[in-house]
């Protein structure tokens, strides 16, 4: 139907991919660690807004941001009738499977004259949306070229059959384009740091797909074990270690409301590369640029067990709020 009718889509974190986002009309996701720019469209340009199952808990409506929906007509299609209204009242509730619900609606348009939106026009309102960003809603300020090659070189070698299992989640939100051919789990319930490693294992023993494992040095320390559990079965998994020995969204909490008084959230961590050496699996170390595109293309990433060690400074913060 988006194609249809050239209607731009956004999705909430736990959907991203859900339609690829490498496609024109896709404006990202949409959420208060997100780039904004999903945010300033709809701000912007729309009147009519469709929620196909999406919750819109605080994380992506911006802590009920009132501007967001300020003006707009609202439909929503839910599947389970608690969801519906529960946070925004609708203009049309609908209780029923989306998949069925849009059938129904592309079968009443099929054959009937129907006047799809200038996709010329959409190009321009998506890119004025995109500069309109301000430093509110600008995630990355700058200094995070590294971590964004890192996605891009993941996204262009991995456009299909990727299994992603994500703790940090700010950076791929980001960074990461995800193909409706990939998997993308984002760690978005309680955040319970160290999920990512043994979730990806578990999956990799049912999908026998290149499968990462993405997470911070702090959430590391509290799983790395289990990679033995990975070593002893033969599992095949990437696991991409964010390393500025921080808790990073505690000091960057500490940075932005306590004067930066830091408490209790920096801290020494282990030789990874003896950690990996002591495991028997393989260690790459990434520093700039160039060890990114060595690891992309010397390093097999599809059958091997490898440690990634991506060296971030502590220092260097996201510029999103908690408080906002």
């Not at 004259?113 to 959409?122: D, H, K, N, Q, Y």
Request: hydrophobic share 45%; with cysteine; glycine share 6%.
């Amino acid at each position: 139907m988006s194609a249809l009718l050239n209607i731009p889509v956004t999705s909430s974190l736990k959907a991203k991919g859900i339609i690829a986002e490498q496609s024109p009309l896709a404006l990202g996701s949409l959420g208060v660690t997100s780039s904004g720019h999903a945010y300033q469209y709809i701000v912007d340009n729309a009147d009519l807004l469709i929620f196909l199952g999406a919750g819109f808990n605080e994380r992506t409506s911006y802590l009920w941001d009132q501007t967001l929906l300020s003006g707009k007509k609202i439909a929503q299609v839910d599947v389970d009738p608690a969801q519906l209204e529960k946070v925004f009242p609708a203009d049309l509730a609908i209780h029923g499977d989306i998949k069925v619900v849009l059938g129904g609606v592309l079968a009443y348009l099929d054959g009937r004259e129907t006047e799809a939106a200038s996709f010329e026009r959409l190009r321009d309102e998506i890119e004025r949306s995109k500069a309109a960003v301000t430093s509110d809603y600008a995630i990355f300020q700058s200094g995070f070229a590294l971590v964004e090659h890192f996605f891009h070189q993941l996204e262009q070698s991995f456009p299909r059959n990727a299994v992603i299992f994500d703790d940090n989640i700010i950076f791929a939100q980001n960074f990461l384009n995800v193909a409706n051919s990939n998997r993308y789990f984002p760690n978005s319930g309680i955040s319970s740091l160290g999920h990512a490693i043994p979730a990806a294992i578990g999956a990799r023993f049912v999908e026998h797909k290149p499968t990462f494992a993405i997470l911070g040095d702090g959430g590391f320390q509290m799983c790395c074990m289990e990679i033995m559990t990975a070593v002893n079965y033969g599992i095949p998994l990437n696991v991409v270690l964010f390393n500025n020995a921080t808790m990073g969204l505690i000091r960057k909490n500490q940075y932005q409301h306590y004067h930066q008084r830091f408490i209790s959230c920096d801290f020494v961590n282990p030789d990874f590369e003896l950690l990996a050496r002591s495991f028997g699996i393989n260690y790459q170390r990434v520093t700039n640029v160039a060890d990114v595109d060595a690891l992309f293309a010397d390093c097999d990433l599809h059958g091997a067990i490898n440690l990634i060690d991506i060296v971030i400074d502590k220092n260097l913060f996201p510029n999103y709020s908690s408080r906002r």
